[in-house]
């Protein structure tokens, strides 16, 4: 069974820094691409950041590159998302992702796991 567990989440002021964790297990991590997504209140879950599992390419979505930065450590099963210069609009709860694929700039994902709330004030 493929679980996913984020945690690092909080309240934190605009232009402050946050990392989220993952510890994933389950599934042969080592082969699937690995990704963040994120759902604000009111709106529809969007892709943030995408590891691919063939190259270890890195994707963003256009609203958080050059601040946010997804990494792995596949010996301890467990990807991270680093979000600096955090902005209110970034106020969502975040997903982990195992199976994520970027295709024609479209986030896609086989796995969700559990969330993990990130709250900037203004």
Not at 19 to 29: E, M, N, P, T, Y
């Amino acid at each position: 069974e493929v679980q996913l567990q984020a945690s690092g989440g909080g309240l934190v002021q605009a232009g402050g820094s946050l990392r989220l964790s993952c510890a994933a297990s389950g599934f042969s991590f080592d082969d699937y691409g690995k990704g963040w997504f994120r759902q604000a209140p009111g709106k529809e879950r969007e892709g943030v950041a995408c590891i691919s599992r063939i190259d270890g390419t890195t994707y963003y979505t256009d609203p958080v590159k050059g601040r946010f930065t997804i990494s792995v450590d596949n010996a301890k099963n467990t990807m991270y998302l680093q979000m600096n210069s955090l902005k209110p609009e970034d106020t969502a709860i975040y997903y982990c992702a195992a199976d994520c694929e970027v295709l024609d700039g479209d986030f896609y994902s086989g796995h969700l796991g559990q969330g993990t709330l990130v709250t900037v004030s203004s």
